[in-house]
């Protein structure tokens, strides 16, 4: 462990701050950054949830005998009189892709070392990241008033509920942390936190974690809204 060494007006103890930067980003592990290497194991651990429950889905909407509600009727939005299927849906995910495009952006100017430039983007990306959470919180309030519910469904199969909100609010708990996470680092590149180190590699994980969500997204949206 590195760091028995301290400077001058640290507020942590010399162990603690070796502890901290071992664990950030100071040391390598198979060719990689220790912080990079350990976002992948993160995000592999968290691909065996995300596929556990899709193959848990796809097992209960195969091997019910109640039917199972129809996407385009149960997403519909309703607009100028009409039922428009998935529009929301559409809008949620345009929003999500988006955000990898600001993210890649971001990741871009970090290691140009425009930290400016780096911090707007990564507020814009946490920005559409929040906005497709506040959409999905009304997708969410708009079921709920229809009757569906984690144990019951009045427009067919009663697991639909339970898969919906489950599926979902997992993606939702991981955009919404993502976002946390986006802002803390955005606030800490503005501040030039790691101008001083001359490491932006913090930036990079953050996408690396961001662009996992949007992947996983899609996975969601064709298993659950299209099939």
């Known amino acids: 462990m590195s760091g028995s060494h301290s400077e001058p ?42 596929g556990s429950f899709l193959t848990g889905y796809m097992t209960v909407r195969m091997s019910t005998t109640v039917p199972w509600p129809n996407p385009s009727e149960v997403f519909a939005l309703h607009v100028g ?13 345009f929003v999500l892709i988006s955000s990898s495009g600001t993210m ?37 309030s ?32 991981h955009v919404s942390i993502g976002v946390i996470y986006l802002i803390i680092v955005a606030l800490k590149v503005r501040r030039g936190d790691y101008e001083k180190r001359g490491d932006y590699q913090i930036v990079e994980i953050a996408g690396l974690y961001w662009h996992f969500v949007d992947l996983v997204w899609v996975f969601i949206f064709a298993f659950f809204y299209l099939w």
């Not at 930067?21 to 198979?30: I, T």
């Not at 952006?105 to 990306?125: C, H, I, K, P």
């Not at 984690?150 to 697991?159: C, D, E, H, I, S």
Request: with cysteine.
């Open 9 to 50: 007006g640290s507020a942590l103890p010399n162990d603690l701050r070796g502890l901290v930067a071992d664990w950030s980003a100071d040391r390598q592990a198979l060719g990689v950054s220790w912080g990079k290497a350990m976002m992948w194991i993160f995000l592999l651990s968290d691909t065996f949830v995300f």
């Open 81 to 93: 009189g009409a039922n428009v299927p998935l529009l929301l849906i559409a809008i949620m995910t």
């Open 142 to 173: 708009k079921l709920i008033s229809e009757g569906v519910r984690p144990w019951g469904n009045p427009m067919g199969a009663a697991q639909f509920g339970a898969c919906f909100f489950m599926i979902t609010g997992f993606h939702g708990l």
């Open 104 to 140: 890649a952006m971001a990741v871009m100017r970090g290691y140009a070392r425009d930290r400016e430039n780096t911090a707007r983007l990564m507020f814009a990306t946490a920005l559409l990241g929040a906005t497709f959470v506040g959409m999905q919180a009304f997708e969410w």
